[in-house]
C-alpha cells in the first residue's frame, strides 16, 4: 500500500513539472542558450485602456491578476505605461514617449496647428528616466498599443519632417527632440491583437458607442456606480478635462458628444482601414529593429453562408461585431475588403493583425528575424481581451495568462544586442 502510495505522489509531481515546463520551460531554454539582452518592457494599453489608480485597481494588463509583477518577479523587468485611452496614434505615441522618458508632452507646433488643439499636455517624471541609445527598451502594445508603438518608433528613427520644417521657420518656438529624429532606442515590436490595417468593425463607425458600452461594461464589473467611475479619458489638450465635482456621466457624456469625433487626429479615425492604410504608408519596418505578432481568431466558417461567427466561448461584448465584421466585404472606396477579411477575433480581422501591409514580414519559423515582421501561428480560440485576461476570459492552451506572457517576455529578451 505504502509503495503505491509513494508512486502516486512520484506521478503527481513528475506531471506538475511536466505541466509547468509545458507553459514556460522552452522560452527559458532559449534565453539561456544565447547572450540574449536585459532591456526592460514597456506594456502598452490599446483602445479604452487605462493605468494604475483607475478601475479601483482592476488592471488592464491581467484583471484580477497582475502580470506586470509577475514579470517582473520572474526576472523580466517591466513597466506599465498610460496613454489616452481614445486619442490618435501620433498624440498617444508623443505621450508614452515623455510617459517612459520624462517631462512636458509636446505634441508639436505644426501638427497642433493642423488639428486644432493645445500643442502642450501633462507633465510626467518618468518611469525610466535612463532611456537612450544604450538603454533600449521593448514594447509590448495590445490592439491599438502595437500601433502606437510602430508610431513611437517612427518619431524617435525618422522624426517630423512637418515639425523640423515648422521650427526652421519658427526656431523661437522651440521643438520637441522627439521630431528630430535618429534615436534607435527601441529594440523591439511585439504586437498583441492589432489592427496594424485597421478594423472592419470602425469602418461601420461604431466605435463612439463601443467606447461608452465598454467603460460602462467595466465599471459594473469593478463594482463601480457610473457617477463616481475613476477613469480618465486624457483629452486635456482638447480641452475635456474632468471638472471638480462633474460626475462621470457628465464627463463621458461630453466627451462623447464632443466634435474631436469628426477628426483625423483621434483613434476612431486610425482604426479605419482607411486610417491606417495612411499610417502604413508613412510608418516604416526598420532593419535594426526586431518585429513580432501575435493573432487571435475566436470565430469560424459558418457551412452554408461562407461567412465567419463568434465562438462559443467569445465574450458577449463582441459577439454582435463579430457577426458584422464576419460578413462585411466591400468593393469601393479602398482598400477593399474580400473574404478572407472575414475571420476576426470580436474586434480585429485576422488578416490585419499579422503584419502592416506592404511591410517585410514572415511566418515564425523558430527564428526571430530583425527588420521583419514574424508572425506567429494564429492563436484559435483567443478572443481579443483574452491576451489581457479580460473579465471572462479564458485564454486557451494555457495554464494561466502568466504562462504566456512568460513566453512572450523570454522571447524578447533572447534577442541578441
Known amino acids: 500500500m505504502k509503495t503505491l502510495q509513494k508512486l502516486f505522489i512520484t506521478a503527481v509531481f513528475l506531471f506538475s513539472v511536466f505541466a509547468v515546463s509545458l507553459s514556460i520551460q522552452p522560452e527559458q531554454q532559449v534565453r539561456a542558450e544565447t547572450s540574449g539582452n536585459d532591456y526592460p518592457i514597456v506594456l502598452v494599453h490599446g483602445l479604452g485602456g487605462w493605468g494604475k489608480g483607475e478601475f479601483l485597481g482592476y488592471r488592464y494588463w491581467g484583471g484580477l491578476k497582475d502580470i506586470e509583477f509577475y514579470l517582473n518577479q520572474t526576472g523580466h523587468r517591466t513597466y506599465v505605461a498610460t496613454v489616452g485611452p481614445v486619442s490618435s496614434n501620433w498624440d498617444r505615441a508623443v505621450e508614452l514617449y515623455y510617459y517612459i522618458k520624462g517631462g512636458t508632452v509636446d505634441y508639436g507646433a505644426a501638427h497642433a496647428k493642423e488639428h486644432g488643439h493645445a500643442r502642450f499636455g501633462r507633465t510626467y517624471p518618468g518611469i525610466y528616466g535612463q532611456w537612450d541609445e544604450t538603454n533600449k527598451i521593448h514594447l509590448i502594445g495590445h490592439s491599438m498599443g502595437g500601433q502606437t508603438s510602430r508610431m513611437l518608433v517612427e518619431l524617435l528613427k525618422s522624426g517630423s519632417q512637418k515639425e523640423q520644417e515648422y521650427y526652421s521657420q519658427h526656431p523661437e518656438e522651440g521643438i520637441s527632440p522627439l521630431f528630430t529624429g535618429g534615436k534607435n532606442w527601441v529594440h523591439s515590436v511585439t504586437s498583441l491583437a492589432t489592427p496594424h490595417n485597421g478594423s472592419t468593425f470602425a469602418d461601420q463607425e461604431q466605435i463612439v458607442s ?70 502604413n504608408q508613412w510608418m516604416k519596418t526598420y532593419p535594426d ?43 469601393s472606396p479602398a482598400p ?52 489581457i485576461n479580460f473579465i471572462g476570459s479564458n485564454t486557451p492552451g494555457y495554464f494561466s495568462i502568466y504562462g504566456y506572457y512568460n513566453d512572450v517576455a523570454n522571447r524578447v529578451h533572447s534577442l541578441p544586442k
Open 336 to 387: 477593399v475588403i474580400d473574404r478572407s477579411w472575414l475571420p476576426n477575433d470580436g474586434i480585429v480581422n485576422v488578416v490585419s493583425a499579422k503584419y502592416p501591409f506592404g511591410h517585410p514580414n514572415s511566418p515564425y519559423d523558430g527564428a526571430i528575424k530583425q527588420g521583419v515582421w514574424n508572425s506567429f501561428p494564429v492563436m484559435e480560440g483567443w478572443d481579443h481581451m483574452d491576451f
Open 289 to 331: 529593429v526586431y518585429y513580432l505578432s501575435y493573432t487571435g481568431n475566436a470565430s469560424y466558417r459558418g457551412v452554408v453562408t461562407g461567412n465567419y461567427y463568434p465562438i462559443g466561448t467569445m465574450h458577449p461584448l463582441f459577439t454582435l461585431i463579430s457577426m458584422q465584421m464576419g460578413s462585411y466585404t466591400r468593393q
Open 210 to 279: 463601443f467606447i461608452k458600452d465598454f467603460i460602462i461594461h467595466l465599471a459594473s464589473a469593478a463594482g463601480q456606480k457610473q457617477e463616481s467611475l475613476i477613469y480618465d479619458f486624457k483629452l486635456d489638450q482638447w480641452g475635456l478635462k474632468r471638472q471638480p465635482g462633474e460626475s462621470f456621466h457628465a464627463y463621458m457624456n461630453r466627451v462623447m458628444t464632443s466634435p474631436i469625433w469628426q477628426s483625423n487626429d483621434i483613434s476612431a479615425y486610425d482604426l479605419t482601414t482607411f486610417g491606417a492604410q495612411e499610417l
